[in-house]
């Protein structure tokens, strides 16, 4: 007699962001429990257990998932393999809004959930710890073409200072209210251009012309 087949898993990861985003979306709030979660899905809990450890850790992932999503965009991209640095931080930025753009609604809903910023950080630690990497292995790369030790950078400064420019663009493109964010494509090619600016010691004209884009964006 031959062994019964296993059953496959009805559930899986993407199934699960989906549901939880589209409930957040229907209902105004998030899912009370994984046991009324689960219902709503028609699954066993035990389904749930399996690929998450709480529905915390799904919004969490949430972000992962936009910044895996945005990775596997930009290197579909037969040239990205060519671009320098500062391109491929622009390329990852752009793309990565471009992401949030199709998911707005829930991301409004998810951080404006929370108006004291320190309570947003923990769903975003997760991406942090990705962006974080993504930064590293690109100043990394760029020490390695730098023969003089004087001019190669700190990774780990590097690395914390992508990781507040997302914060700053994530606050800014939340405000932002022009046709096709374009503001906030704006402020990605100059903060951007700025970073690599003061990491390579080039002149100062575009930290000004930053300043400057900052401050009319204020006072708008």
């Given amino acids: ?16 962001f989906t ?7 229907e209902t105004g709030q998030f899912p009370a429990s994984v046991y009324k979660f689960c219902k709503e899905l028609e699954v066993e809990e035990s389904e749930f257990y ?7 850790s799904v919004r969490e992932q949430v972000w992962t998932e ?36 199709l998911n707005r609604s829930y991301v409004l809903f998810v951080l404006g959930s929370e108006p004291n910023p320190a309570r947003q ?30 001019t190669q950078q700190q990774p780990a400064l590097f690395s914390e200072g992508a990781w507040v420019q997302m914060l700053f663009l994530l606050r800014f493109w939340m405000k932002d209210d022009s046709a096709g964010f374009e503001k906030t494509d704006v402020a990605i090619e100059k903060s951007v251009n700025t970073i690599f600016d003061i990491f390579d010691n080039t002149p100062l004209e575009r ?14």
């Fill in 207 to 220: 930290i000004l012309d930053f300043g400057k884009f900052l401050y009319k964006e204020h006072q708008s």
């Fill in 19 to 25: 549901a939880y985003m589209t409930s957040v979306l």
């Fill in 121 to 150: 950080l923990p769903q975003l630690s997760g991406l942090r710890k990705k962006v974080r990497g993504f930064a590293r292995v690109l100043i990394e790369e760029g020490n390695e073409q730098k023969q003089s030790r004087i």
């Fill in 1 to 16: 007699m031959s062994a019964a087949k296993k059953k496959a898993p009805s559930l899986n990861r993407q199934k699960v």
């Fill in 50 to 56: 399996q690929l998450f450890g709480s529905l915390e």
């Fill in 66 to 101: 936009f910044y895996d999503q945005t990775i596997g965009r930009i290197q579909k991209d037969k040239n990205y393999e060519s671009y320098s640095n500062r391109e491929k931080f622009l390329s990852f930025f752009y793309t990565f809004f471009e992401m949030l753009a």
